[in-house]
């Protein structure tokens, strides 16, 4: 058995672990990159559409591109890294074993684990869409490696079901390539990706978007031949009456991303409510020593959004091997946080009372969409403790606030943060 | 060539009595319409190895039922396929259905079958199944029924029955058959077929072929069932659960598979289309509230699919295995539950008609009932795997991320007898695409895998069928024939 040792153990080598990598060599510790993939640089090697770099570089770059950028650091700082190897286990006690066809089986042991593994896509099972099995179902993510990586055309006319990034992206990128979309379907009465590409990837190429309806049946036995949709009501029922057929030899689907944790749970951490695992405001995980970042933790946005936060996690890894590792485990007294009125899921799960005098990044997203609402915390006891207006919030996009809690006047005697969108009170009539 | 016989239909009954037969030095062919063995109800149904007790004691189904669950165990130690005697519940949640089950105890008891208790201690209950529902007020425990993987038994039976002799031949839909001076001729589209006795396991077109010699004295009713299936983390069940039966079905069950899924269902929907295996809105509700009375926290969050099989009703309800009047045409048709316990215990009945039908049923000298164990990523312990890895590099790369299937196991179903030569076949003989992925990052690498293996061009490699294609051209075909033909700007 081939055995690595390493300060810091990065799992995943796509923008979040390249990022927290690269952090962590810059102060001078030793980490290794394990990935299952052929190739550095994750999912970010098949978004070949810009839009990508706004945030960290200041200009618009490709998903290849905003790679290479890491990719090139990650070579002039020689981080070591092993390609094409799968992690199998995480024990307890932080050993890591992983297999690839040169070495066998590989352990490694290190002092702290990022975990970086990113998401997957939700697929036709986990919604449960009725009807035949055929081939020509596709998520929308497997559909732009076989266009963007492989060369090829999985069909000719296509539904998609779902307006998450990717499908509206691989909607312009399939007409592009000559192919028909006759319409992206989205269940929600609004999209579910970002404005941007609602408009330069559908407005822009006169793809008719159908919002408040959904696929309800599969047709064709061998290859798909079509789908029936049908109008849904507030409560996503279907409307009785309101269903349609639409040809086409191809279903995409973009109906949602999930944290990929197995790994994670096997290692004993704890996962929260949107399937990333529970941290607190150092983005470790409740396993002391492994951290996590990226879209394992939440999906992301944007890409820039991912490295930020993974450059975070890189710095707080290296802070724990130099003032925590190996010292008599101190018992932190924690606040915890919890989600209220209209937060789907919140980060960090719970603040660390010695770190309340510092700046803590929270993240969100809201359940539904609203306008002119007030973000509100309050304590245990009901009693605000902040606030702040915000013009509107909506499902796809993420809320990041950055608090000192100490400037808001916490105190450490507090034991519980509820983060709440409420309307403002005020009744003010709308200007237009 | 002649052969002494001819099997139709490649589903478990079919593969079951080829095996069966191979032990015997006769030449026997196996003709299956599909691509693929274990394409129809085999692939799609509960997996139940049941105990025996659930049928009207007149049916001949309950008698085959009853011998062929013994058959079990022997059956998979020879062909390793993956087999559990976890025991099922019957489950009453009413006082006045106690009753029904006592009298199932005693009548199954009588019929000699092992390992029936009625168990009414409800503290007792729950502790056996933790994740059933309050309302229980008693359960018919049978400890002899298991959960088997019926497809992977279906591939077992079909390359111990090739490496014993029997050909397979996927693919061959049978489309007439000529009976003359004792021999049967059945015309394939790829060629005519010679044997002396025919053996009918068409399954759902079994009255069809039946037909083809004149022997038109049953109807097979395509009945459907469907099923959701759960991710493996979601919830670990221990035992099989039925709700106390009604005469139409054994209702609605939550059970675990071998390979620790949970899955729900089946309803049954009489139809009348022999193809239709499209689940629909109202299906998938019914057995999610039907299964719900047994188990009240299911995992719908972690549902990874929904599928329905159609099984083959034959209007008698009951098992059609005859010698018929055309001398050497055996049926074995309308095969319903359950078909799957009783396949051992038919084939054993086909072998004794074949006898009286005075075929030369001398032993095959060469006959081994063992098929090798299918090697497994994750049966290794660490020190194996390194090893494993050291001498055949496939074991290293991990193909499947879901369920952790390497190259090599991919490699061993292709190359395997009665091999798989297409994506479902990989996926139901090793898993790839069975995770909670459903194949979304695998699936490439395992076309890639079957068109290196087979010689396929990659494009031409399909999921099932011929007709069901993955792709369609390469990027920038679309727009040069568009250009070619003047449409694009």
Redesign the interface.
Known sequence: MKSYKADVLVIGAGAAGLAAAIEVKKAGLKVLIIERDKELGGITLQCIHNGFGLKEFEEELTGPEYAQRFINQVLDLKIPYILDTMVIEITRDKKIYAVNNKEGLIEVSAKAIILAMGCREKTRGAINIPGFRPAGIYTAGQAQRFVNIEGYLPGNTYVILGSGDIGMIMARRLTWEGCTVKAVVEIQPYVSGLLRNQVQCLEDYDIPLITSYTVTKIHGRDRIQGVSIAKVSKDYDRIIGSERFIECDTLLLSVGLIPENELTLQAGATLSNNGGPLVDNNLETTIEGIFACGNVLQVHDLVDMVTSEAKRAGKNVVDYIQNRYDKPIKKEEKIKCVAGENINYLKPNNVNKSDIDSKIIFNFRVTYPDRRVIIQFRDENNKVIFKRKKVYVIPSEMVELEVNLKEIGVETTIKEIRIEIIPRPEVLIEED | MIYDVLIIGGGVTGCCIARTLSKYDIKIALLEKEADIASGTTKANSGVVHAGYASQREYLKRDMCIKGNKMYTQAAEELKFPFQRIGSFVVALEDNQIKDLEEERNNGIQDGILGLELILDKTKIKHMEPNLTDDVVGVLHASSAGIVSPYEMTFALAENAAMNGVNFFRNHKVNRIRHQDYIFELKTQQGVFKARNVINAAGLFASKISKMVGLDYFDIMPRKGEY??FDR?AMHLNKILFPTATKVSKGILVCPTAHGNTFVGPNAQNISDK?D?????A??KEILEGARKLVPNLPN?A?????AGLRAIPNTYDFIIDNTDVYGFINVAGILSPGLTSCYAIAERVTEYLELLGVNMKPNEKYNPNRPKPERFKNFS??E???K??KD??????IC??E?I??KEILDAIHAPVGAINVDGVKFRCRPGMG???G??C??RVMEILSRELNIP??DI??????????????????L??SESGE?E
């Open positions: 959701i299936l983390n193809k295996t499209t689940t629909t809105e299906g998938l969050r549902s990874i699919r929904n599928f660490k020190e795997l390194d090893q890895i050291r590099p496939t074991w290293g790369r991990i991320r879901c952790t390497p190259e909670r992925c459903q979304g990052f699936r490439p990659y494009q399909t999921k099932k069928s011929e007709d069901s294609y993955f792709l369609v051209s390469k990027t920038k075909d679309e727009l024939k568009k694009a």
